[in-house]
């Protein structure tokens, strides 16, 4: 069954499925969507003939690319507060999933990006095909890996730096070795496991993990593991600067195309979005989940009108010049961080604030 907020909700056998249906837009979430996936994760929670929760999609191209960020931006830009309602529904969904008392399973299948990653990170068991990429792409558009990225990211060290920094995409194969997700699926079988969790009488987490594991295959070799040396030793630096100055001296010349393109990605990016992403994981590695969700939240409740978010949605989306004029007075970050930074992380504060 199909309704109006761009969501396909049936029950087969003994699960509940949740399809991403706004198919147009790559499943960007929109306020009435996640509102709607938070009544029904409501209703079945108590309706015992639900034994678990599949989300899919009904996109060949993506599970989902993010959020509405248009409408973020046609929020600010009405001088409203719906965009923080926005994101304090989302977070409050994220919640709901993560601590749901039946399994939830995420069947990921195309472009799984920003909220996306976000949703997929929520869901208990996380199943990927060779068609998914993955990316927490928000530095790109003047923002800062949100969606709980502060903590799951910041557990990958420094290939956690370089994935909130870069926005880089990366593929199933290398999610599987990050432990991002559980499962590599081929995409043609997603289909027929769906059916096979929909048929199966019981659907506790270990039934439902063993008749995954039946449709499991090798995927191809990850990329990102026969990189990771040497994202480790350049995205090991504590400053911005010297992670940059880094990237320029790469001596191997087997090494220097990856270096540049690398460098160039990150001197796009506005100094802003850069410095907080990179406190961000820094500051996550020695927060809870549930911290590093309230500090998005400080952050997201001013970040439109402190940083480059408005500006870079422009030149995406609205003008579509590609040619943001981001902010160069860097002093702005510390005075954003002493607005919102909340009380349990003020002993953070001198390695926060950027020098």
């Known amino acids: 069954m199909s309704d109006e907020n761009n969501l396909a909700i049936s029950v087969q056998g003994g699960l509940g499925i949740i399809s991403l249906d706004r198919t147009s837009y790559l499943n960007a979430l929109t306020l009435p969507m996640i509102q709607s996936i938070q009544a029904q994760l409501d209703q079945w929670r108590h309706e015992p003939q639900v034994q678990a929760i599949l989300i899919n999609s009904n996109s060949p191209k993506a599970f989902c690319a993010g959020g509405d960020i248009r409408y973020l931006y046609d929020s600010y830009q009405a001088g409203n507060t719906q965009y923080q309602d926005f994101f304090a529904t989302e977070y409050k969904m994220l919640s709901t999933l993560r601590n749901f008392p039946k399994a939830v399973i995420v069947l990921m299948d195309g472009y799984v990006l920003g909220g996306g990653f976000g949703l997929a990170q929520a869901c208990h068991i996380k199943v990927s095909s060779e068609k998914s990429r993955f990316a927490m792409p928000e530095t790109a558009i003047g923002f800062f890996p949100d969606v709980g990225a502060t903590y799951f990211l910041s557990r990958l060290d420094e290939i956690?730096?370089?994935?909130?920094?870069?926005?880089?995409q990366i593929s199933s194969s290398d999610a599987l070795h990050l432990d991002l997700v559980d499962y590599h699926v081929p995409?043609?079988?997603?289909?027929?496991?769906?059916?096979?969790?929909?048929?199966?009488?019981?659907?506790?987490?270990?039934?439902?993990?063993?008749?995954?594991?039946?449709?499991?295959?090798?995927?191809?070799?990850?990329?990102?593991?026969?990189?990771?040396?040497?994202?480790?030793?350049?995205?090991?630096?504590?400053?911005?600067?010297?992670?940059?100055?880094?990237?320029?001296?790469?001596?191997?010349?087997?090494?220097?195309?990856?270096?540049?393109?690398?460098?160039?990605?990150?001197?796009?990016?506005?100094?802003?979005?850069?410095?907080?992403?990179?406190?961000?994981?820094?500051?996550?590695?020695?927060?809870?989940?549930?911290?590093?969700?309230?500090?998005?939240?400080?952050?997201?409740?001013?970040?439109?009108?402190?940083?480059?978010?408005?500006?870079?949605?422009?030149?995406?989306?609205?003008?579509?010049?590609?040619?943001?004029?981001?902010?160069?007075?860097?002093?702005?970050?510390?005075?954003?961080?002493?607005?919102?930074?909340?009380?349990?992380?003020?002993?953070?504060?001198?390695?926060?604030?950027?020098?």
Not at 160 to 168: D, F, K, P, R, S
Not at 194 to 202: K, M
Not at 282 to 304: A, P
């Open 160 to 168: 956690g730096v370089y994935l909130a920094l870069t926005g880089e």
């Open 187 to 355: 995409s043609e079988r997603f289909a027929e496991l769906q059916a096979s969790l929909a048929d199966a009488p019981i659907l506790t987490n270990i039934e439902i993990r063993n008749i995954i594991s039946a449709f499991i295959n090798d995927p191809a070799e990850s990329e990102l593991q026969k990189r990771a040396d040497l994202i480790n030793r350049h995205f090991a630096y504590q400053n911005l600067d010297e992670i940059e100055h880094s990237l320029v001296h790469e001596k191997e010349v087997a090494n220097q195309a990856w270096a540049d393109t690398t460098l160039a990605t990150l001197q796009q990016r506005p100094v802003m979005a850069k410095q907080t992403s990179l406190k961000l994981q820094q500051v996550g590695q020695n927060l809870s989940l549930e911290k590093c969700m309230q500090l998005e939240r400080d952050l997201q409740d001013i970040w439109l009108e402190q940083g480059d978010f408005i500006e870079g949605v422009r030149a995406l989306i609205i003008d579509k010049d590609k040619n943001p004029q981001w902010q160069t007075d860097n002093s702005k970050f510390e005075k954003t961080l002493e607005k919102c930074w909340p009380v349990w992380t003020k002993q953070h504060i001198d390695s926060l604030c950027y020098k």
